[in-house]
């Protein structure tokens, strides 16, 4: 329901205030889902992810985001993921998941 109202509004906007190039480019699965090595948090997991990619398909991207430590340590060391712990699962899922967007940009 809550992506639905956000899509919805999305698209009042696009109408009703003449913002016609507004759309969505993907809806992540963001921490907390799954666990910092990238493996899926069970049966849950599994089931909000298939109920998502059969209500909007293509719109989910095919990376999530792992919860992990280092997403906070870097935001507390004012710092990217990515240099924070370059090497880390969460660092490479957000690299990957730049190329999705890279790709549909395209």
């Given at each position: ?52 990619r059969r209500t909007h ?50």
């Open positions: 329901v809550g992506l639905k109202q956000f899509f919805d509004t999305v698209e009042l906007v696009r109408t009703r205030l003449a913002h016609r190039d507004l759309r969505i480019l993907g809806v992540l699965v963001n921490q907390g889902m799954i666990f910092s090595d990238g493996a899926p948090r069970g049966t849950a997991y599994r089931n909000v992810v298939d109920i998502l398909g293509s719109r989910v991207f095919e990376t999530s985001i792992p919860d992990a430590v280092a997403i906070e340590e870097a935001y507390q060391s004012a710092t990217s993921v990515t240099r924070w712990q370059p090497h880390s699962a969460v660092a490479e899922a957000y690299r990957h998941l730049a190329g999705e967007v890279v790709e549909r940009e395209q």
